[in-house]
């Protein structure tokens, strides 16, 4: 039954994101904001909002809704979030992906000359999600290898509405509501790998994404630190457990980005 619920929201994820792949919004904007370490973040607005859930169900016209609950309904807003966003963008920046980062903020990342199928996760840290996406949603987005940032994105917002919801009692998802953002980050540290290897002179010249990278790996290890005791999920702990024990991948994560869920 578990595994059918999962299931049902995944398909929320394919049919959302291929819907608005060709959704066109126009929308005036904005101005740059550079500060420290972040990414270069785009504000969209300067609002402040109550909680993780308030803002990201309030950066597009219409909420996914909160029938499957309200961690994946930020999930699927924030995919929303990212294709209006995008098909503004892309008139300025070619073909790229555009990633929600709470508090009015947005980073808007150029595609990497790249395919999924370039992507190489080795069989021990392919999670339960691997095969939808690396497999089945590949006719829809291979020639898009942003496509794994995005659903990293997305996994990251719904772990941090599940945790603060938690930590204010609201109710929310029992089980497993933080292991889609640890997964994705192995698949998003695979991504880089490829770019790295496939692709060096984005590699070399996408300060950018470096900055995304590390912005992201630090939300998701939070996320996951507090949540992972909170949401079980024995996957997640079979997981988390192989990936301390990959030195390639790990090695990759501690030179280029830090280190990131208590993995050394
Ligand atoms: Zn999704």
């Known amino acids: 039954m578990i595994k059918l619920i999962i299931i049902i929201i995944l398909s ?11 959704q066109v919004v126009e929308q005036p904007i904005v101005k740059k904001e550079i500060k420290n370490e972040d990414p270069d973040f785009i504000l969209i607005n300067n609002k402040n909002y109550a909680s993780v859930y308030e803002d990201v169900t309030s950066q597009s016209e219409k909420s996914f809704g909160n029938a499957h609950g309200r961690s994946t309904n930020v999930h699927e807003t924030a995919h929303m979030i990212s294709a209006k966003y995008r098909n503004i ?7 790229c992906n555009v990633f929600y980062c709470l508090k009015g903020r947005i980073v808007v990342l150029k595609e990497p000359n790249l395919l999924i199928t370039d992507v190489i996760v080795p069989e021990n840290l392919r999670g339960y999600r691997y095969d939808l996406y690396f497999r089945k949603q590949l006719k829809y987005w291979n020639d898009s290898p942003t496509y794994i940032f995005d659903e990293w994105n997305a996994y990251i917002l719904g772990a941090e509405c599940a945790v603060e919801d938690h930590q204010k009692n609201i109710y929310t998802e029992k089980t497993d509501a933080v292991s889609g953002c640890f997964e994705f980050s192995i ?4 991504v880089c790998m490829a770019i790295k ?12 994404l470096k900055k995304f990278m590390k912005f992201n790996l ?45 993995i050394k």
């Open 218 to 262: 630090k939300r998701a290890a939070k996320a996951f630190k507090i949540g992972k005791d909170v949401f079980k999920s024995p996957k997640q702990t079979e997981l988390y457990n192989k990936f301390k024990k990959d030195n390639k991948m790990k090695d990759f994560m501690l030179k280029e980005f830090g280190e990131f869920f208590n």
């Open 187 to 190: 698949y998003s540290v695979a």
């Open 197 to 208: 290897e496939k692709h060096p002179e984005y590699w070399e010249k996408e300060e950018n």
């Open 89 to 95: 963008y892309k008139k300025e920046y070619g073909k």
């Open 12 to 22: 929320f994820c394919i049919i959302l994101s291929v819907k608005n792949k060709s």
